[in-house]
């Protein structure tokens, strides 16, 4: 299973109310969270399958720590999920940009 939702908003440009980048560790921590909700898993048990401390679980979940790629596919292996992403261009310069470097 992905741990992909659907989202409104999934379309255009990650940014918040001040036109600021969203969180990248903030997005990544609400999928998860969301996850653990749909299918019922508790901190505790992701803790459990994880072999770490519920305390452990909590750090991960509070987004306050810089999340390594080793931690976040551990949290993935441990939920039996997988993760799918992609990137696009925020804006048109970036767009712009990227054809730039193709013609050359």
């Keep these: 299973m ?19 980048p ?11 969270t969301w996850y653990m909700r749909e299918h019922k898993v508790s901190r ?7 072999k770490v401390s519920p305390g452990r679980v909590s750090q991960i979940l509070s987004a306050d720590e810089n999340l390594t790629l080793r931690t976040l596919a551990g949290v993935f292996a441990a939920l039996r ?9 925020v804006d048109e310069r970036a767009a712009a940009l990227g054809r730039e470097s193709t013609e050359d």
């Design 44 to 50: 505790g048990e992701l803790a459990q399958a994880m």
């Design 2 to 20: 992905a741990i992909r939702r659907n989202r409104e908003k999934q379309a255009g440009p990650a940014r918040g109310a001040s036109d600021e």
């Design 81 to 89: 999920a997988q993760v799918d992403f992609g990137l696009r261009p």
């Design 22 to 32: 969203v969180d990248l560790v903030r997005l990544v921590v609400d999928e998860i």
